[in-house]
C-alpha cells in the first residue's frame, strides 16, 4: 500500500497563479483533510471531507477550494495564489473525525 | 469546543536522559488525544493514541502517554532519550462527535550528544 501520496512535492508560482494539489489514499477511507503547516502554527485545518461528494470549510479556507469526486481523491486549489499562502500543505485521511489520520509526505509551495 | 496547549515550545535534553513534552488539552466531549512526532523535512507519524481505553498508553519507540481527567493532561514521555528522537512533537485532540483534529503549536525536541 502506498498509504497517502501527494503531488507535486514542490511547487513555486507567482502571485495571481493558479494550482491544483493533488491528494490520493488507497486505504479506502471517508474522512480526508488538508492541513497547511507554518512556523510555529502547528497544523491549521483548511478543508475536509467525510465522504465522497462531500466537502466541509475548516479553520482557515479563504483563498482555497476542494473537490472530492472521487473516493480516494481530494484536490486543494488555488485560484489565485498570493505569498501569504506560501506554506507546506498536508493531506490526510481516516476512518472518522474520531480515531488517527494517516499523513502524506507534503508539498512545500512558494509564492513569489 | 476542542483545543490543545503545549506548554513548551522547546525542550532539550541530554541522550540517556528522561523526556516530559507537557500537553495539555480542552474537551466538551470524551476526547480521543494522540501524540504525532514529524522529522525534519518529513510527514507526520502517528507516536501513540488514547481512545477512552487504558489511561496509560504506550506507543511507538519506547514513548508513552498518560491520560490525566482530572488534571486535562496527557503528556509524553520516554525513559531515556535518544538522538534519533530529536523532531517536532504534536498533541491533537478530537471528540467523538466531531469531524476534525485539533492541534497544539508543537514542542521541538534536541537531544544533545
Known amino acids: 500500500n502506498a498509504g497517502v501520496t501527494q503531488t507535486p512535492k514542490f511547487r513555486v508560482l507567482k502571485t495571481g497563479q493558479s494550482m491544483t494539489l493533488l491528494c490520493a489514499q488507497d486505504?479506502?477511507?471517508?474522512?480526508m483533510y488538508w492541513y497547511r503547516q507554518d512556523p510555529g502554527m502547528g497544523l491549521r485545518l483548511i478543508h475536509y471531507s467525510v465522504g465522497e461528494g462531500t466537502t466541509a470549510k475548516g479553520e482557515v479556507p479563504d483563498g482555497y477550494n476542494v473537490s472530492r469526486l472521487k473516493k480516494q481523491n481530494f484536490l486543494l486549489g488555488l485560484e489565485s495564489a498570493a505569498p501569504s499562502q506560501t506554506s507546506v500543505y498536508f493531506c490526510?485521511?481516516?476512518?472518522?473525525?474520531?480515531?488517527?489520520?494517516?499523513f502524506g509526505p507534503g508539498t512545500r509551495l512558494t509564492v513569489l | 469546543a476542542q483545543s490543545v496547549t503545549q506548554l513548551d515550545s522547546h525542550v532539550s535534553v541530554s541522550e540517556g536522559t528522561p523526556v516530559l513534552l507537557r500537553c495539555n488539552y480542552s474537551s466538551s466531549y470524551s476526547p480521543s488525544l494522540f501524540w504525532y512526532v514529524q522529522h525534519p523535512n518529513k510527514g507526520l507519524q502517528l507516536l501513540l493514541k488514547?481512545?477512552?481505553?487504558?489511561?496509560l498508553v504506550k506507543g511507538i519507540n519506547g514513548f508513552e502517554a498518560e491520560f490525566k481527567k482530572s488534571e486535562t493532561s496527557f503528556h509524553l514521555t520516554k525513559p531515556s532519550a535518544h538522538m534519533s528522537d530529536a523532531a517536532e512533537y504534536f498533541c491533537?485532540?478530537?471528540?467523538?462527535?466531531?469531524?476534525?483534529?485539533?492541534f497544539g503549536t508543537g514542542t521541538s525536541l534536541t537531544v544533545i550528544p
Open positions: 488514547y481512545t477512552s481505553a487504558a489511561t
Open positions: 486505504m479506502n477511507h471517508e474522512y
Open positions: 491533537v485532540v478530537s471528540a467523538f462527535t466531531g469531524n476534525q483534529f485539533y
Open positions: 490526510a485521511s481516516g476512518t472518522s473525525g474520531y480515531n488517527e489520520q494517516f
